[in-house]
Each structure stands twice: as structure tokens, then as C-alpha cells.
């Protein structure tokens, strides 16, 4: 039987809007509906009975909140994406609570907006597959769409075969993996396939969010809280009610939210900072770090009451060097998504450029990757040939003697390119200099160097910069 064509319905009152949105989701291979107001978005969503719906929330006659809460008695498992441009926490809660997916503050950024409705459109193909109160799993189904997104290497294969058992049930799961390996997309694989699928998914970066604020950020505060706080806030626990709590970057938490988050699992109740009542949540936990957990354990950095908590259910992710078998796979995928992106083809990879992509070790991984495929990509050529690509040397440790035609790249890239690189080798040195000096303290090492800690949770990130250069061990920072 011929798959059906998946269908999207956009009900806004601004016709630019409608038609821009249109045109972007027709290329995915989407169709599309279009409503003006919310009595005939109801109407088409119970003729059409479509595969997601992008509704704005400020439209005329019936207002988009209002819309979603019928829409939710009506059709309770269709995805809805809100749009709006009074873009707000407390609204995008609200709306979350009330049932949508998602949340999508304009002006959109096409790159936020094509996910979003893969995701949605991907959610409900494959409500048939997610396990019900019964606990059953279709695993070939997790097979395949672990498959379309990594790669149909055995090492994918094996990995659905282990998250299988896992997804129907409300354990805490910890994925690590190498930079750029895909762990928030095994996170929102496991919710996608869980019986939380109709919930939100919510994601929390704790490396790049000041440990006075993550508290804040997880738990909400009260209003008169502190200064500034002139009303009353929900924190990530709550909005993920009913959903999945994606906790990325796990080991950067700092000892005090962790044992406020420990006190949450355990308990499965929360208090907003400044708040005496406790308040119930219902969110299933998925953590990620690049960090060695154990090591982190072993050194007092991180709590072992906490990690045995989350670790009911462990996942590794293999890096792409491990993976050669996904590397072609993954570039195809990245260049349709470009073609489309762009609204017009794209050249193709030779097979001498195809065999340099295969032999690179992809120190960024997946993500590196991405990042080749696109730039390589834009060339405007008939086809990508092996010279076309242009691949990074890992960057030296600090104190390297260069040699300097190497260095910088003579003959072989412009000189914006070669200003580029050196700049991030001297950023590096710097960096390495700024965090020996502080001990390895990231947050000290920021003031040093007069940037906020996001930019050095980044630039450690980009560098891949280790214990060992700074004179603590051999794991990443």
C-alpha cells in the first residue's frame, strides 16, 4: 500500500505568513491546508483530520487557546505547534499544559520550523507504534526510524534493539557520548516512542546556564523571590509535565542543584525558589553528558546517591568514527535537507569525494559532519569532488611548535580561512592559559578573560579541550 501523504494545516490571520509557511512545508513533501480564523481551522481539522496543525495564537473570532483546548476534546492526539509573536514563557506553558507539542515565536527561523513538523508529522505516523498501558513495543519500528535519522549501520541497529525494552517504561535514562554523536536525538527518540509521546518535550542545557540560575531555570520561582522577580515564573519540571525532561550536559551541575534534583526524583515534587508549597510533577528524566559519570563520582564532582538515581538505564553512543557505515548515509541526508532548505538542488558527491568523507575520523562527529556537507554543498558545481572538501586538523595542544606552511594551509585556503583558524588556535591557547590559571573553575576562568560562562562552555565544546592539558586528568572539561 503507498504511504500517505502527510498533511499539515496552518491557521493564522496574517496570509504572508500562511503562504511562506506553506511553500517551506510543500517542499518537504507536505501538504498543506490553510485556514484564516479559528472556526474554520475547526472545521477543516474535523474533515481533514490532518497530521499536525500550526496554530497562531492572536487570530480574530475565536482565539488560538481556545481553539487548542476544543481541538484537544476533539482530536486529543494530534500534534499542535503554537505560533505567535508575543513570544513568553509563561503563555508557551500555558499552551503546553493545554496540550500543544510545541511553541514557535515569530519571525521564524527555518531552520527551528522544518524540525518542529518532522518531529510532529513523525509523532503521529508512528502513534500506531508507541507502547500503550500494556507496555508493548514495536521494535522494528524503533529500528527504522533510528535508522532514517543515524544511519543503517549495525551499530544503529544494535542500539535500538537496546533502547527497545527501555522506552515503554518511565525509567530515568543517561546517554553519553562523544560531542556531537546525537544524544538529544536519542532522547527525543525515547519520547517519541514512549507513552509520554502526546507530552512535551523539554530540554535543559546545565552547561550553559550560570549555577545561581539553574535552580531557577528547573524549578521556577515565586514572585518576590529575589529582586527583579515581580511575578510568579514555572521552571522546566513543570512544563514538561505529562512529557520528557531532557537534562543535557549533566556532569556541569553543580553540587547544590543537584541535591535539589535528587530531592525531585525521589520525592516527585518540587519547590519554587522562594516557595513552601510543594507542587507535584509528572516528568520522566533523560540526562546527557560528555563527562566520564564515574570519574566525576570518584572525584566528589558529582553525587553517587544522583547518579544511581538516573542511571536506571544507561545508553553509549558509539562516535562516527566507529560508525563508516552511517557516514554516507548521514551526508545524503544533510544534503537533501539543504536542497530543500535552499528550494533548489544541490550538487552531488563524486565517489572520490564520497571515499575522503568515509576515510575522515570525524573528530566533531555527527555534528562536524553536518557542518562539511552544508558549507561543501553551497558550491556551485555540477558535483563535489574529493579537493571540494575541506576537512580541519585537530588543533594543536597549547605550546605546539607550528610548521608554518602547514599552518596556514598555503595553496589551499583563502585568506579569510587561514585568518579564521588562527584565530581559533590563539583563542585555544588562551583558553587552556585562562582555565591552568583558575584550576580548571570555567566560572573563574570566564571572568578572567572577561566573557560570560556560555562562552567558554562553547569555546570548550568547539576545542574539545581536555583535563589533561590543564593538568587534571584526561577527560574533557
Known sequence: MEAKQPQALIVDDDRDICRLLGRLLEREGIAVEIAHDGNAALDLVNRLNPDVLLLDVKMPESDGMEVLRRIRKSHPQLPVVMMTAFAGVAQAVEAMKVGAVDYLPKPFD???????????????????????????????????????VMGPSAAVTG????????????????????????????????????????????????????????????FGHER??????????????????????????????????????????????????????????????????????????????????????????????????????????????FRHQLAEELGHPVPKFSDAAEQRLVA????????????????????EKPEIEADDIRLRSRPRADGDTPNEARDLHLGELS????????????????????LRHAHGNKAEAARLLKVDYKTIYNKLKRFEITREEIGYGGEKV
Open 159 to 218: 542500539l535500538a534493539d537496546e533502547l527497545a525494552p527501555v522506552v515503554a517504561t518511565d525509567f530515568s535514562v543517561v546517554v553519553q557520548g562523544e560531542t556531537g554523536t546525537g544524544k538529544e536525538l536519542i532522547a527525543r527518540t525515547i519520547h517519541r516512542f514512549s507513552h509520554r509521546a502526546r507530552g512535551p518535550f523539554v530540554a535543559v542545557d546545565c552547561g550553559a546556564i550560570a549555577e545561581n540560575l539553574l535552580e531557577n531555570e528547573l
Open 224 to 333: 518576590g523571590a529575589y529582586t527583579g522577580a515581580d511575578r510568579r515564573e514555572i521552571g522546566k519540571f513543570e512544563a514538561a509535565a505529562g512529557g520528557t525532561l531532557f537534562l543535557d550536559e549533566i556532569g556541569n551541575m553543580p553540587l547544590k542543584a543537584q541535591a535539589a534534583l535528587l530531592r525531585a526524583l525521589q520525592e516527585r515534587t518540587i519547590y519554587r525558589v522562594g516557595g513552601t508549597t510543594p507542587i507535584p510533577v509528572d516528568a520522566r528524566v533523560v540526562a546527557a553528558s560528555n563527562e566520564h559519570f564515574l570519574r566525576a563520582v570518584e572525584q566528589g564532582e558529582f553525587r553517587d546517591d544522583l547518579w544511581y538515581r538516573l542511571n536506571e538505564f544507561h545508553v553509549q553512543l558509539p562516535p562516527l568514527r566507529e560508525r563508516p557505515d552511517d557516514i554516507l548515509h548521514l551526508a545524503e541526508v
Open 415 to 434: 585568506l579569510s580561512q587561514i585568518v579564521s583558524d588562527n584565530i581559533a588556535r590563539v583563542e585555544r591557547r588562551l583558553l587552556v592559559k585562562a
Open 360 to 379: 575522515f575520523d570525524w573528530p566533531g562527529n555527527v555534528r562536524e559532519l553536518r557542518s562539511v556537507v552544508r558549507r561543501t554543498c553551497l558550491l
Open 110 to 148: 527555518n531552520n527551528k520550523v522544518l524540525p518542529l513538523v518532522r518531529d510532529a508529522v513523525a509523532r503521529q505516523a508512528h502513534r500506531s507504534l508507541a507502547p500503550q498501558a500494556c507496555g508493548c513495543h514495536d521494535g522494528e519500528g524503533l529500528r527504522k526510524s533510528l535508522s532514517r
